[in-house]
């Protein structure tokens, strides 16, 4: 009974040894990344922003990929807090629509001014919870930058056009206003960027903005939160028009759903968008999606190597292949297959694997030990559906979910695995005679987001941008399929959701538009001379 006692007595003293020895574990708290301070990271950091941070669901730990290692926690949303948010995101909205679109941008450049004085250690930041090498993650971080620097411009452009009416008297002119509540759901890929592509021109255009991150990038939402909460906060600008609701598939429900939501911009898988797409238009609402890409690099014999070997190691071996702008799918014509496999699998050899925030590194891990498995699975596939494997195939034995960059050579061009988008470094390289089956069989996959061909030929390159060509949203020349720029829309075709996003005219879906007719005369004549008297 008295060693019972004993222990029992202990245990308070235990429990709080136990819990400060979890945090001593936790990256955050190590010498190391002491620079995540900077960005305003604790051990426990609150999951929702509506002008004040909070949050009362569960709490969440993210990983680092690279080591599998703790790097602090989140508590997420509650749907209680969800609707809080909501409905402070609506009322912030009555302010921000009557600020002048001009002065919008004004706002809009000072976030983007914030997140350059932070790129360097956000960049940092996406590389320790997302996983991508070091000089992507500060390239993402620019991508916000850069679109922020674009809606400032744009904030003095955006209007309609003033129309000739058939009738004497009489103005007709589109009138473009805020839809008023933006969802915005990111995937864990881009965990900056997709936020700044929609919620920089979602702001110009003079709609408040509702943010549901990944879960396992939740530390990356709130440090970019934080810094836009900031700006808002120092000119008095309600901060629930940037909120944040860090949540699971919970909170991305609700917002399918909720009719308050105006707009929803979703990005992430083709299953999970297509629930999404039915949800929101199941109340008649409007979305945005940008789903998945399985995208293919056409290489004629009259290519430049010397631009298709670089471009094809990046397309297919960058971010470790979890872009949705990866090349999966890499057909050669006959005459250079074998030349050109050659010199690839020489490449791959070279690709410098390490920590992603090491400068010296270009290829990181897989986000989640999930995705390590999908990428056995999808070897093994290949394997039983005729392919050989020419490099890679295998787990790296390190800490972390690394594997190696893989090729694949023989599988047919409409093999199942060939058709299935696995979010992984596997490219299927396929043999090719004939410009017109290889265009078919570009455009064959359910997918239709971005495409490339490597040719001299400038009849060949107009038949692949005409309506014969390639079915994507992004067809390209002599570049890989991957690393769009923000001034062109971005966005694809078919299974991949249709939506637009980024530059272009791509503000007029965060818009909703009026066909107005003025009246200035005393007359009342009607359309089409008709006349009813």
Known sequence: MLGLRHAAASLPLLLPLRAAAAMSTLLVNQPRYAWLRELGLQEENPG???GRWGGSGQVVTTYCPANNEPIASVRQASLEDYEETVKKAKEAWKVWADIPAPKR???????????????????????????????????????????CDYAVGLSRMIGGPILPSERPGHALIEQWNPVGLVGIITAFNFPVAVYGWNSAIAMICGNACLWKGAPTTSLISVAVTKIIAKVLEDN???????????GGADIGTAMARDERMDLLSF??????????????????????????????????????????????LFAAVGTAGQRCTTARRLFLHESIHDVVVEKLAKAYAQVRIGDPWDSDTLYGPLHTKEAVKMFLDAVEQAKQQGGSVVCGGKVINRPGNYV???????????????????????????????????????????????????????????????????????????????????GGAFGGEKHTGGGRESGSDSW???????????????????AQGIKFQ
């Open 236 to 246: 008095k600008i309600p901060g629930a028009i940037c909120s944040l609701v860090c």
């Open 48 to 50: 929702v922003y509506n």
């Open 508 to 526: 007029k879906l965060y818009m909703r538009r009026s066909t107005c007719t003025i009246n200035y005369s005393k007359d009342l004549p009607l």
């Open 267 to 312: 990005t992430g898988s083709t299953k999970v968008g297509k629930q999404v797409a039915l949800m929101v238009q199941e109340r008649f609402g409007r979305s945005l999606l940008e789903l998945g890409g399985n995208n293919a690099i056409i290489v004629f014999e009259d290519a430049d190597l010397n631009l298709v070997i670089p471009s094809a």
């Open 105 to 147: 941008g004004e706002i809009v450049r000072q976030i983007g001014d914030a997140l350059r004085q932070k790129i360097k250690v956000l960049g940092s930041l996406v590389s320790l919870e997302m996983g991508k090498i070091y000089v992507e993650g500060v390239g993402e971080v620019q991508e916000y930058v850069d679109v």
């Open 404 to 486: 190696e960059p893989t090729i694949v050579t023989g599988l047919p061009h409409n093999a199942p695995i060939v058709h299935t988008e696995t979010f992984a470094p596997i490219l299927y390289v396929l043999k090719f005679k004939e410009e017109e089956e290889v265009f078919a069989w570009n455009n064959e996959v359910k997918q239709g987001l971005s495409s490339s061909i490597f040719t001299k030929d400038l009849g060949r390159i107009f038949r692949w941008l005409g309506p014969k060509g390639s079915d994507c949203g992004i067809v390209n020349v002599n570049i890989p399929t991957s690393g769009a720029e923000i």
